[in-house]
Nanobody, 125 residues
Framework: QVQLVESGGGLVQTGGSLRLSCAAS????????MGWFRQAPGKEREFVAA????????YYATSVKGRFTISRDNAKNTVYLQMNSLKPEDTAVYYC??????????????????WGQGTQVTVSS
């Protein structure tokens, strides 16, 4: 079992930055691929970014590529999402997730076994 707790959300103006953190506890964090997803009101949960256990492979949704950076510190059992040049359309609840078995479908919510409770990000125009 893995427990995930997100933090770092908040209200920011267009063009601003936020850094989300996801602290993991339970089983060995370094064995898991980690992902960030988001869900806006009335919309389905969508993929944002993912990182393999080693940190050497990262993946991004087209909408955030070049603005967001995912990273992890296995010594601290934490994964981060640095979000720059934020836009109003980035407003959503952001969730981190852990994937216990390798899957090439890093963008698919069904491939993740554990989820955090989410943190709200609001970007004002």
């Amino acid at each position: 079992q893995v427990q995930l707790v997100e933090s770092g959300g908040g209200l920011v103006q267009t063009g601003g930055s936020l850094r989300l953190s996801c602290a993991a506890s339970g089983r060995t964090f370094s064995n898991y691929a980690m992902g960030w997803f988001r869900q806006a009101p009335g919309k389905e949960r969508e993929f944002v970014a993912a990182i393999r256990w080693s940190g050497r492979s990262t993946y991004y949704a087209t909408s955030v590529k070049g603005r967001f950076t995912i990273s992890r510190d296995n010594a601290k059992n934490t994964v981060y999402l640095q979000m720059n040049s934020l836009k109003p359309e980035d407003t959503a609840v952001y969730y981190c997730a852990a994937q216990s078995n390798y899957s090439a479908l890093y963008y698919n919510t069904k491939e993740y076994d554990y989820w955090g409770q989410g943190t709200q990000v609001t970007v004002s125009s």
